[in-house]
């Protein structure tokens, strides 16, 4: 069974910087894109960003363009998000999502539980 777990997640000031891991596992993870969205209260979920399988294409929304950097340790099974320049309005649930294809198709299929980014002004 499909396991994703975050961590990295935590209270930071604006302007300072987090960097988010996911672990996989129960499944060939070099052969799926994955992404990672994030969720605030009373805000519909956004994909933050996508990686294709083999690190050949990345995606990124427009709100984080230039502040974070999504990349993948194949071999040791995990995705990482750097998150640089943080700002308030980052503060949100961050979820760690494996697409269901080896590019980033935005057809999702396993999410992990999340993990809480909370920027202070």
């Known amino acids: 069974e499909a396991e994703l777990v975050e961590s990295g997640g935590g209270l930071v000031q604006a302007g300072g910087s987090l960097r988010l891991s996911c672990a996989a596992s129960?499944?060939?993870?070099?052969?799926?894109?994955i992404n990672w969205f994030r969720q605030a209260p009373g805000k519909e979920r956004e994909r933050v960003s996508c990686i294709s399988s083999d690190n050949g294409s990345t995606y990124y929304a427009d709100s984080v363009k230039g502040r974070f950097t999504i990349s993948r340790d194949n071999a040791k099974n995990t995705v990482f998000l750097q998150m640089n320049s943080l700002k308030p309005e980052d503060t949100a649930v961050y979820y760690c999502?494996?697409?269901?294809?080896?590019?980033?198709?935005?057809?999702?299929?396993?999410w992990g539980q999340g993990t809480q980014v909370t920027v202070s002004s």
């Open positions: 999502v494996v697409d269901q294809y080896y590019y980033c198709s935005g057809s999702l299929a396993y």
């Open positions: 129960g499944f060939s993870f070099d052969d799926y894109a």
